[in-house]
């Protein structure tokens, strides 16, 4: 029941400038403990300023004591008394620096618990929480476009990748502008020349950034290709492993494994040469402002134009932390290219297209009689040739209908319609004389039992994976959909009964158990409607002669279409459609296509020969 996996449904893809928008906004949802995050730098910036003049205040005090030199205005208008011992007022000094360390110390344990909450505990989770949202409610369309490892990335280390660009790209940004901004302020307070002089080399620093900017853009992209390209080999390898043993393919898939996982290292090694010859230029350039100050500033400090301590040692201490925020533009360039590529993956998700979901003024109807009809209805794929076309049925309320064709010939598709997996291109689909596109989609899919060719089990005890579309059914309820389905008896051989815990997929029981627990699943929402994709396409006779005990219990007084190829299957229909190429070619009873010429009689023929040939080798033998 699904579309072509070449099939694509993703939103058309953002630019970077509509990309960062939609991260501040994202952010802005998040504003008060951003503002928070920010208030909590604003002390660290504050405190450590103070820190540093109060260490160049004490500097030029040891120097005034020292050799008698005038004390000249510092930066915070601190007035020291001569009055006082010396050891008072360097102890003064000493205590109101522990201070603001101490001070320091607190705001940067305060910062690290603001920010794990913003993006760890909030951001991340609800992100995640939305995008899995979105996810449950994309049509098979979307997962068939879109392979497992791909939609996996994109839950996990893209959505870390939005965390990234909160946390070190726009916070970061934030601090480091505001920090250049203060520190440069404060330098040119002291020394305008010199602030010109130490700066000099910015705007090469700058273009060296937007250079680098555009050179690494496209290797991150390609590096998260090749990480979800080896997560797909992993998931595949895992997902194929008996086929693997089976064959004896062992060393072949683990060289598999190994070329993808050494293609991302190699790519990644790209990265981390031009990463590693970008922050050492951008050091060096920071270097040559401390070169600059040390001689145009030390000449200041000669010819008496600079104090010593509020003056040279306080802006050399400025100077430091504004190149180690220029520092950090490298780091931030980094995430920025990480987080764009990440939360354009993740913005795909919750920009995807629901196509199929209730109309604003749907119509409830929480029970259906289960009369289904098919008017004039085509459907294709995109602009893709027509997989079903013109299918006129109508199927009254508790008539069973059997559909017989080749691969390819619609069957699936065509059950689809009825709970609106896809909505039909052309024509309409009638439940009870509704159209279904205006019926409410919860209504409906409550009024839809479905039971698949390979059913799927969730890792849970038997009675929840029972009751997974009616979580609040009692125990008796659930037993007595296992005894419509034949599942009772057996259920009750296993360990802790209808308490015991499968194990993956449902891997622990036989495939004729999965089908009575999938028919107990279904017959348990007392559903009006049954879909049945081939339920005993890939069992043997014994289980199919017990998985039919249970399906003509589960038919019962139910609207149900089944698609089957076994002749065992088709007798059991009150009516036999026979679809190719997407249209109804024949239809009937067994018995009345048994004497209509067609590709029902063909299939028959073939059977009934296969089925008398295998009878003589059993005598032979």
Same mark, same amino acid.
């Given at each position: ?33 951003? =503002?928070? /995050?920010?208030? +909590?730098?604003?002390?660290? !910036?504050?405190? %450590? &300023?103070?820190?540093?003049? #109060? ?124 920090? =250049?901004? /203060?520190?440069? +302020?404060?330098?040119?307070? !002291?020394?305008? %020349? &010199?602030?010109?002089?130490? #700066? ?422």
């Amino acid at each position: 029941m699904s579309a072509p996996a070449s099939m694509s449904t993703a939103a058309p893809a953002l630019s970077n400038m509509a990309l960062v928008r939609r991260l501040f906004t994202l952010a802005w949802r998040y504003r008060l403990h951003c =503002l928070r /995050v920010l208030a +909590i730098q604003l002390g660290l !910036l504050t405190m %450590g &300023l103070g820190g540093l003049s #109060l260490t160049g205040v004490g500097i030029d005090y040891i120097r005034h004591r020292v050799d008698g030199t005038p004390l000249t205005e510092n930066p915070l208008h601190v007035s020291l008394p001569d009055a006082w011992p010396w050891w008072h007022v360097l102890g003064l000094l000493a205590g109101l620096i522990l201070v603001l360390a101490v001070g320091r110390a607190f705001l940067n344990y305060s910062y690290a618990v603001s920010v794990n909450r913003l993006v760890q505990q909030r951001l991340v989770v609800d992100l995640r929480g939305e995008v899995y949202d979105k996810l449950q409610r994309l049509s098979f369309r979307f997962f068939d476009a879109n392979n497992t490892s791909s939609i996996i990335t994109r839950v996990t280390s893209d959505v870390q990748s939005v965390r990234m660009f909160v946390d070190q790209v726009l916070i970061q940004s934030v601090i480091m502008v505001i920090s =250049l901004t /203060v520190y440069l +302020i404060y330098m040119a307070s !002291l020394s305008p %020349g &010199l602030t010109l002089a130490c #700066l000099a080399t910015t705007p090469l620093l700058w273009a060296l950034t937007a250079w680098h900017t555009r050179r690494t853009q496209p290797e991150y992209a390609q590096n998260r290709t090749l990480v979800e390209k080896m997560v797909q080999t992993f998931v595949e390898s895992i997902q194929g492993i008996a086929v693997t043993k089976a064959f004896g393919r062992e060393p072949e898939d683990r060289a598999r494994f190994e070329a993808a996982n050494r293609a991302v290292l190699d790519q990644q090694q790209v990265i981390f040469w031009r990463v590693s010859l970008f922050s050492p230029a951008i050091g060096f350039l920071t270097r040559i402002n401390m070169m600059v100050l040390l001689g145009y500033g030390g000449w200041l400090v000669i010819q008496g134009q600079l104090p010593l301590g509020a003056g040279l040692v306080v802006f050399a201490g400025l100077l430091e932390q504004f190149s180690g925020q220029v520092n950090n533009v490298a780091a931030i360039v980094n995430s920025v290219q990480q987080s764009l590529i990440g939360a354009r993956r993740v913005f795909e998700i919750l920009d995807a297209p629901v196509e199929v979901q209730s109309a604003p003024d749907a119509i409830r109807r929480p029970q259906l009689t289960g009369e289904v009809a098919f008017e004039g209805v085509s459907f294709a794929y995109g602009g893709a040739e027509p997989v079903l076309r013109d299918i006129n049925l109508r199927v009254p309320a508790g008539r069973c209908v059997a559909i017989l064709g080749a691969t390819g010939a619609g069957k699936s598709v065509l059950m689809s319609l009825v709970p609106r997996f896809f909505d039909p291109t052309a024509g309409r689909v009638l439940l009870d004389g509704i159209d279904a596109r205006r019926l409410d989609l919860d209504d409906l899919r409550r009024n839809i039992g479905l039971v698949f060719q390979e059913s799927f089990l969730f890792s849970n005890t038997v009675a929840a994976n029972i009751a997974f579309g009616h979580p609040s059914a009692t125990r008796g309820q659930i037993e007595q959909a296992a005894r419509i389905a034949a599942a009772h008896d057996f259920i009750l051989q296993l360990p802790r009964g209808y308490d015991t815990v499968l194990g993956e997929s449902g891997n622990s029981l036989s495939g004729g158990q999965r089908q009575r627990l999938a028919i107990a699943r279904a017959v348990l929402l007392e559903p009006p409607i049954l879909l049945l994709d081939d339920p005993t396409a890939a069992i043997d006779s014994e289980t199919e002669r017990e998985i039919f005990e249970a399906l003509d219990r589960a038919i019962a007084g139910r609207t149900t279409f089944i698609v089957a190829h076994r002749l065992s299957t088709l007798r059991r229909a009150d009516e036999i459609i026979v679809m190719e190429h997407g249209r109804i070619v024949q239809r009937g009873t067994h018995a009345q296509l048994m004497l209509e010429p067609g590709p029902y009689l063909r299939v028959a023929r073939l059977q009934l020969i296969d089925g008398r040939e295998l009878s003589r080798g059993e005598g032979a033998a």
